[in-house]
């Protein structure tokens, strides 16, 4: 099999779900590890608060016991992009997408700000309103072509997948997670706790990644 | 003229674009939250035209996700509102609060279930367990439900490990899987049901 | 192209359509027109005979109705 990221290095097999490990998608696999490990292991930031007036400031320590809820929510959303950076099968990608777009709304969920609740809740719209397009293109790949398995798509000399698949799978992933098409997730970020609500960030870049990678290779 | 998953095709396609037009018309966010229900339905629908066995192991995770979805969005939005303190209004139904036939009925239930066994079984005893929540309300702690629910569901993955690795040993995968999905239904659905019953004292 | 398929696609459009335009409208209304899609998509499944997708997606339709149900009930009290 050769996809644009180059013959694959590993295979790793689950019975029919094969993921793969090109040097393109073992290069983001590592990035979501190690920010998942970042995540895990730092402290969450001191906020910081300038006198007025002068050149002091003070902190406020916050222990990780507060910010637990965001932590796990971040922990599992670097999970999810683990996935879908690897994963040969396209349901399982679009499985993880949506995953990926449920964990986005639990970072910033617990927050008391009543804007970044209401920005969280229209990005919560959107990305269920994204899952719509990812479930209906993989299904209309597994109609027209028989499988599911990327690997085997991409084995073809003419490529089976009609445009339009293709065209739903990428309105999916844009639903979901590209922040500057809509400004409801570029607010979320007001929400304190870093660095758990830049796994938000990070998580759209890396799915936007793959699924360009997907939808060449197949 | 066209085959049938054409046709099907096009008619779910058009029920998406109407309910997506609603929503993108739409200003209110209960309506949107309500749209959102709807919009999963053409979703589940294509997925649904492919007619084999592998349209059901497909819709499956589909309906998990959405509502999965749909629980986590409701919650934001009661939050975000500030409606989490209202109490709900409650019809006082005598023959459900003080007569024996909800009892009966949901151990009808539970026993059914519990003979099914698997994901249906579990459903049909968790229905059981929830009416009986919903009819008496709760004073114990759940907490050891829980406990059970999530080493089941643990047993249940297990198994699967087990039909993937060693498959001699099929039959205690089996009996495996169906218990621990049991289980977990169970659990998942009487939490569901403490949110209506009354709470604890 | 047996009745049910036939049946069920009628029933997805016209469900659609009633449900996304709901007049009068209010939330009880949607929510009540929420259930002819549903059986729609029940019947389009039905024709395909995909039996544990028909049980599981009526399981958790009644599992989403009771969501919403809440949520409307804690908006306006009864």
């Given at each position: 099999m050769s996809s644009v990221g180059g013959t694959p290095l590993f295979l790793l097999e689950f019975g029919d779900i094969v993921m793969y490990f090109t040097p393109y998608t073992t290069s983001l696999f590592i990035l979501a590890l190690v920010f998942t490990c970042i995540v895990i292991l730092s402290r969450p930031e001191n906020q910081l608060d300038i006198i007025f007036g002068s050149d002091g400031y003070y902190t406020k320590e916050t222990e990780v016991e507060e910010l637990r809820f965001r932590r796990f929510m971040s922990i599992a959303c670097g999970l999810a992009c683990l996935g879908a950076t690897v994963t040969g099968d396209v349901f399982d990608f679009t499985l993880f997408v949506s995953l990926v777009g449920i964990t986005n709304v639990g970072i910033v969920a617990a927050v008391r700000s009543r804007h970044v609740q209401n920005a969280a809740f229209q990005y919560g719209i959107v990305a269920l309103a994204g899952t719509v397009p990812l479930f209906g293109g993989a299904a209309i790949v597994a109609a027209t072509n028989g499988t599911l398995s990327m690997i085997e798509l991409s084995?073809?000399?003419?490529?089976?997948?009609?445009?339009i698949a293709k065209a739903l799978l990428t309105l999916g992933v844009m639903g979901e997670g590209m922040a500057p098409f809509y400004a409801a997730k570029a607010e979320m970020f007001r929400a304190p706790g870093a660095p758990y609500v830049i796994m938000c960030s990070l998580s759209s870049l890396l799915i936007f990644l793959r699924v360009v990678e997907v939808i060449i290779t197949m | 003229m066209w085959e049938e998953y054409s046709i099907g095709l096009l008619g779910v396609l058009l029920c998406g674009v109407i309910a997506f037009v609603a929503l993108a018309i739409e200003k209110d966010d209960l309506h949107r939250l309500l749209l959102i229900d709807l919009v999963e339905i053409p979703s589940l629908g294509i997925v649904a035209l492919l007619a084999t066995d592998l349209a059901e192991a497909l819709i499956l995770p589909g309906l998990v996700v959405g509502i999965a979805e749909l629980l986590a969005l409701s919650q934001i939005y009661l939050v975000k509102e500030g409606l989490k303190e209202q109490p709900e209004g409650r019809l006082h139904i005598e023959v459900i609060e003080y007569a024996d036939a909800p009892l009966i009925l949901s151990l009808f239930l539970v026993v059914y279930g519990i003979i099914l066994s698997g994901f249906t079984g579990g459903g049909v005893a968790g229905l059981g367990v929830v009416f009986y929540f919903m009819s008496r309300g709760y004073k114990e702690d759940l907490s050891l439900l829980e406990a059970a629910a999530g080493i089941s569901w643990a047993i249940w993955i297990v198994s699967f490990f087990v039909f993937m690795f060693l498959p001699q040993y099929w039959l205690l995968a089996v009996f495996g899987a169906g218990g621990g999905i049991l289980l977990k239904v169970i659990a998942k659905m009487s939490l569901v049901g403490t949110m209506w019953g009354r709470s604890h004292e | 192209m047996n009745p049910e398929f036939i049946l069920g696609l009628i029933l997805l459009l016209i469900g659609s359509a009633v449900s996304a335009f709901?007049?009068?409208?209010n939330y009880l209304i949607q929510l009540i027109n929420l259930e002819i899609p549903g059986w729609g998509l029940l019947l389009v499944m039905l024709s395909y005979n995909e039996a544990l997708a028909l049980f599981t997606f009526g399981g958790v339709s009644a599992l989403s109705t009771f969501i919403l149900v809440r949520v409307i009930e804690k908006r306006r009290p009864i």
């Open positions: 084995a073809r000399t003419m490529s089976g997948v009609p445009l | - | 709901p007049r009068p409208k």
